[in-house]
């Protein structure tokens, strides 16, 4: 293995479709950050992974070059940057697709002999463990934005869920993922910043963010729309044909006008928790529990202290759920409860829990809906 000066990583979260690419081409004028965009290897190679069986030297090296070809084959080219299959091989601590993710994104930092490199695949923080990992001294940067603009963004492009349950379902497990990671991440290695904030009072925002990463604030940080990376990006796809464009501040609360009522309180149903929590005001009524099925509502609850029948036939909880596939994850400090702790509750049906009832869930706990 070579020795070189290693750039430390940056990591953004949350779900696409956020302004992530705004944050990308914004990193990326700076001097101390290389911010290519995104071949989303993670997401695309960890479910082929099986198929390369055991790591070992061959297997390794071939991994690495179908990698390697993955990004050079990349909608946005990453400029001027000349991957190498070797170097990745002799860098590589241990046979892991986590590994060549790294030493991927190192070679554009030392490419532009940055401080960091950043990564915008936002669905990574499904592999936080992992990025831990291999990452040591990761730095996250979750960015957010009001799923239900969200939900009308991806409406409108080629990629992504189109129906509003499943993008209201999709958006509040990601931002669940991110929550939870925030709270095990100490804030030296975790910013939060919401997308409305950032087109609104970007150099407040932006100045924030390079203290936090520890690097001299640029004005022409903002001026990201005259540069080659974002031509080349938005010349690549319309949905990133903003990125030529100085921020718009006012794209914001487009789904009054463009998601009907009944999507609104579907998305309100399924997300309402963590759209409180993100601090976003919710605008229906949440009575018409009918608009979502029996297990898309078992689905609504994030994890607290408390799980308890309401008067119209639901599950109301107190505190914030984690949801994980049907799996809800409590955590709480009081381990003395009716559910012994790391113990679980199996509902068979919905409406089994009798009305009035409280169950206090332990420390460790898990809820199945069947």
């Known amino acids: 293995m070579s020795n070189f000066k290693k750039p ?40 082929l992974l099986q198929l390369y069986g055991e790591l070992d030297t061959n297997t390794y090296k071939a991994l690495i070059n179908d990698v390697v070809s993955y990004v050079e084959a990349n909608p946005v080219p990453w400029e001027g940057i000349k991957l190498n299959r070797d170097w990745i091989f002799e860098n590589s601590q ?57 939900a009308v963004s991806f409406k409108k492009t080629i990629v992504g869920e189109k129906h509003i349950y499943n993008l209201a379902s999709q958006w509040t497990k ?100 963590v759209l409180r929590k993100l601090n976003y005001p919710l605008f229906t009524s949440l009575a018409d529990l009918n608009l979502v099925s029996v297990s898309a509502k078992s689905l609504i609850f994030n994890t607290g202290g408390t799980l308890a029948a309401n008067n119209r036939g639901g599950i109301s909880a107190t505190g914030f759920w984690s949801v994980n596939g049907g799996v809800i994850d409590t955590k709480l400090p009081d381990s003395s409860s009716s559910i012994p702790a790391n113990g679980s509750l199996i509902v068979a049906d919905y409406y089994q829990i009798p009305l ?13 809906i069947l």
């Open 8 to 47: 430390s990583g940056i990591q953004i979260i949350g779900t696409q479709r956020s302004g992530s690419n705004l944050l990308r081409v914004i990193l990326d004028q700076s001097a101390e950050i290389a911010s290519p965009h995104p071949p989303h290897i993670l997401v695309t190679f960890v479910p």
């Open 94 to 150: 241990s046979y892991s697709l986590f590994e060549i993710n790294r030493l991927v994104y190192e070679q554009a930092a030392i490419h532009k002999n940055a401080k960091y490199w950043c990564c915008k695949s936002m669905a990574n923080v499904h592999y936080a463990d992992e990025l831990e990992k291999y990452n040591p001294g990761l730095k996250y940067i979750y960015l957010y934005r009001d799923g239900r603009d969200v």
């Open 174 to 273: 990601d931002q669940a993922a991110c929550i939870k990671l925030a709270e095990s991440i100490g804030e030296d290695r975790f910013f939060s910043l919401n997308y409305e904030t950032l087109i609104q009072q970007p150099e407040a925002v932006i100045r924030k963010l390079c203290r936090f990463l520890d690097i001299p604030y640029s004005e022409n940080m903002l001026d990201f729309y005259h540069s080659n990376e974002s031509k080349t990006t938005a010349a690549a796809g319309e949905m990133w044909q903003n990125l030529e464009k100085p921020i718009i501040s006012n794209n914001t609360g487009k789904f009054h006008k463009e998601l009907t009522k009944e999507e609104i309180e579907i998305f309100e149903l399924v997300s309402q928790d």
């Open 356 to 368: 009035g009832t409280t169950t206090s869930i332990g420390l460790g706990a898990t809820m199945r």
